[in-house]
């Protein structure tokens, strides 16, 4: 098992969810963050004074998936967050060492 993060820009949560259902992913949790990259923010123009913007809102995006399909949903998350510019965010994959449905006590790919 291996649990993937995204984390991406907040617009692009909805496409994501709808491709990685397409290829049969039936949970995810979702966390607003903050952060920056290589793009370090921006600069803002406010009432007339300009202010920069080190940390911008970011959706961290978490699934534990099979092995078997791993590859999959990487690429279902990799084709629906990119827009082609600056800041459309990353993808870290980890292993799981054991998962539990708490309800049926069911371990390992029978609880994801």
Avoid: N
Wanted: proline share 3%; aromatic share 6%.
């Amino acid at each position: 098992m291996k649990k993937i993060e995204a984390i991406v820009k907040p617009f692009k949560l909805e496409e994501i969810k709808e491709a990685l259902t397409e290829v049969g992913i039936e949970g995810l949790t979702v966390t607003e963050v903050k952060g920056f990259g290589r793009q370090k923010g921006h600069t803002e123009i406010y009432r007339g004074s300009e202010y920069t913007v080190d940390f911008l809102p970011k959706v961290k995006i978490e699934v534990v998936v099979r092995d078997q399909v791993l590859d999959l949903a990487v690429k279902a998350i990799i084709a629906a967050a990119k827009t082609g510019k600056i800041g459309d965010g990353k993808v870290f994959v980890l292993p799981v060492e054991q998962a539990i449905r708490i309800r049926t006590e069911e371990t390992g790919d029978k609880a994801v």
